[in-house]
């Protein structure tokens, strides 16, 4: 028997936790303009972290801990990609304004990398249904995707991981705690992943 949530409820589900995200941001006291950005930022990517990660690993949890919790990972992995990719776009969004707001420079390597990656996310996104996928041909199509969803979980690993050994700016016990939590989670998916 399957149990899949449509496509449709999951860009909901996401939009009501970004709204929420937001309105918590916003009502933030003791915080300028800059630094609510930040955080803006710095949320939205997590939860599209941990989206991602359901996907990545939907198989190898489905397969080493098979129960209904995994099943049902499963079997709306599918349709959690595009929420992922939604997501993620929403990452892009508050990005943007807090580099535009802060002036803040990355260093070219980091930004080409970031750029490749949301570039992969997109043609992903786009190349997400039947007709894409005959018109690349399974082989193309299934390369296209492996690639991307390695590439992305490398980054989400990498900078967590840089987080974790160089301290997060503006980030007290809590916030370590929480990137040492999603950290471990991410690098657990990840080596399921690898194994399987
Ligand atoms: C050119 C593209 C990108 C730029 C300019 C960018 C910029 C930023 C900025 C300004 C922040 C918040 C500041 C900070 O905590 O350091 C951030 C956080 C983050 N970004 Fe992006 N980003 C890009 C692409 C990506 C991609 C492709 C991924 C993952 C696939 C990603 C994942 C993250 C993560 C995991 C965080 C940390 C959130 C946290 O502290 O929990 N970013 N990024």
Redesign the pocket.
């Known amino acids: 028997m399957t149990n899949r949530v449509s496509f449709s409820k999951w860009i909901g589900f996401i939009t009501v936790l970004s709204a929420t995200l937001l309105l918590w941001i916003v009502s933030m006291e003791g915080s300028d303009q800059t630094e609510k950005l930040?955080f803006w930022?710095?949320?939205t990517?997590?939860p599209s972290?941990l989206v991602?990660m359901l996907v990545f690993t939907a198989s190898a949890l489905n397969y080493f801990l098979s129960n209904r919790g995994t099943q049902f990972i499963r079997q709306n992995r599918r349709n959690l990609g595009l929420p992922f990719a939604y997501a993620?776009g929403i990452?892009?969004v508050a990005?943007s304004s807090?580099?535009w707001v802060s002036g803040?420079q990355?260093t070219p390597d980091?930004?080409i990398?970031?750029?490749l990656?949301?570039l992969m996310?997109f043609a992903m996104a786009l190349t997400s249904t039947n007709n894409a996928v005959a018109k690349m041909g399974l082989v193309k199509w299934k390369r296209l995707h492996r690639i991307g969803v390695h590439s992305?979980a490398f980054?989400?690993v990498l900078?967590?991981l840089v987080?974790l050994l160089e301290g997060?700016p503006q980030?007290g016990a809590s916030d370590a705690a929480m990137?040492t939590l999603?950290y471990g989670i991410l690098l657990v998916g990840y080596l399921l992943r690898v194994v399987h």
């Open positions: 930040l930022s710095r949320y990517a997590r972290s991602f993620h990452h892009l990005l807090y580099m803040e990355r980091s930004l990398i970031g750029t990656v949301y996310i992305i980054v989400f900078i967590y987080k997060q980030g990137l999603l």
